[in-house]
């Protein structure tokens, strides 16, 4: 992959960009292991969420089973598609020595991690739209009366669990390890980010620690964007604390991220 990077065909950003992610692409299609876990555990994983919360009275919290399913399936995806999946691809990668090899050529540090990332934040993009369009048709989801808090709360979504990514993979060994380093913000992220269970049903004091959650402006955005019923501070709220995560994962990125194997 280094030497296709490499080549003198591409000297050019935009060149250099297209080659390595044009790799990445390939190597992430031959992994069959995370192209399950990134294409269809965030289709399964909802109905264990309808399953669990089949005794809740979701229109006493202003939900029904489409904005109880939807964000959660986004959530799914930008664990196991974006997150859980580029902590082992940026592990497997400097093990095998790719990323130092990459950083001997053109591309520079961000245009190695982001092309890396590529190929699962398209994944993760295209997924949650064809989720949408699948909630719709099956759940008779109505038209979100704000699209744009979707969006915001997607794209964001989509950057802070690269970053988050490329910390965790900083503190895992190997891609094994890779496994077990993944499993606490999964954890936490499914139990107090309103993924499996929406903060809107939470004791306040609960749901209030929750809302500082890394995933939970994420879900928050998105499911505001079909129930219509969350307001401009709120909204806001939820965007600066997606931010503020976002920006620490950076900061901790640039300063610990390893770029040649741990020894």
Do not use: H
């Not at 964000?71 to 020595?97: D, I, K, M, Q, W």
């Not at 991690?113 to 295209?126: F, M, W, Y």
């Not at 994420?218 to 503020?244: F, K, N, P």
């Amino acid at each position: 992959m280094s030497a296709v990077v490499g080549s003198g065909s591409t000297t050019t950003p935009a060149g250099r960009m297209r080659a390595l992610v044009r790799a990445e692409s390939t190597l992430f299609l031959r992994n069959k292991g995370t192209l399950v876990a990134a294409l269809f555990v965030p289709l399964v994983l909802p109905f264990s969420v309808r399953s669990a919360m089949s005794d809740t009275d979701l229109k006493e919290a202003g939900l029904n089973i489409g904005t109880l399913i939807l964000p959660a399936s986004v959530g799914f995806s930008l664990l196991f598609a974006v997150y859980a999946a580029l902590v082992g691809v940026f592990v497997a990668r400097r093990e095998e020595l790719v990323l130092k090899r990459l950083r001997t050529g053109e591309l520079r540090d961000i245009e190695i991690l982001t092309g890396s990332a590529l190929p699962a934040a398209v994944t993760c993009l295209v997924q949650s739209l064809l989720l949408a369009v699948g909630c719709a048709v099956l759940l008779d989801l109505d038209v979100p009366p704000a699209p744009q808090l979707a969006v915001i709360g997607l794209l964001l979504g989509v950057v802070m669990c690269v970053a988050l990514a490329a910390l965790t993979a900083s503190f895992s060994r190997t891609t094994e390890s890779a496994q077990v380093t993944s499993l606490p913000l999964m954890l936490v992220s499914f139990l107090g980010s309103g993924i499996t269970v929406p903060l809107e049903v939470l004791p306040d004091r609960l749901a209030t620690f929750c809302e500082l959650l890394p995933l939970t402006p994420v879900i928050t955005l998105v499911r505001g964007a079909w129930t219509g019923d969350l307001s401009g501070y709120e909204a806001l709220g939820a965007v600066l604390t997606g931010l503020a995560w976002t920006a620490l994962s950076v900061f901790a990125v640039r300063r610990w991220f390893r770029w040649e194997p741990r020894r």
